[in-house]
């Protein structure tokens, strides 16, 4: 008498083997949003590298910062490395006139922030100095956006 195998994989080695593919689609998807959050940081760095010429040029051609930022004047932020708020702001710029100095601060995709300070050059900055009180570390004093008296700040969509 022949006796009858069967042929194929049981369930526990199919198990096995899905278990294996889950572990390694997992390693990679972490490995590839380290890769982007840090693609995202760069970019976000280089902006305000970029950002921190297109000013010093002005300031150099007009013997100041500029008070307000122009669409004209070249500024360009990477399209997706910046993390907006609901209202599509990508960064902030503020300049006290009376310290001749100014502050740019951007937040990234990968939920860090930077800021380029014409004192200090760029740093990254903790999530909970950002916001409106971020003009403070050059000598502004109100938190208010709405307030138009002793400085100028602006939140803005520069990104493409």
């Avoid at 294996?20 to 590298?49: K, P």
């Avoid at 950002?51 to 010093?56: A, E, K, N, Y």
């Avoid at 004192?119 to 903790?126: C, E, N, Q, R, V």
Wanted: overall charge positive.
């Amino acid at each position: 008498m022949k006796k009858q195998t069967n042929a194929g994989f049981t369930i526990v080695e199919l198990l096995v083997v899905i278990v294996v593919i889950a572990i390694l689609a997992a390693v990679t998807i972490v490995a590839y949003n380290g890769i982007q959050n840090r693609a995202n940081d760069t970019a976000v760095q280089s902006d305000l590298r970029n950002f921190h010429g297109i000013v010093s040029q002005y300031k150099a051609v007009h013997g100041l910062y500029p008070a307000t930022l122009a669409a004209d004047m070249g500024i360009k932020f990477s399209r997706d490395a910046h993390g907006r708020d609901v209202q599509q702001r990508s960064a902030r710029y503020c300049v006290n006139a009376t310290t001749d100095e100014y502050l740019i601060y951007a937040k990234s995709k990968s939920g860090n922030h930077f800021k380029y300070m014409s004192s200090g050059g760029l740093s990254a900055t903790p999530a909970n100095q950002g916001g409106y009180d971020i003009c403070s570390q050059i000598g502004l004093s109100t938190t208010n956006p709405q307030h138009n008296g002793v400085w100028n700040e602006n939140w803005a969509t520069w990104v493409n």
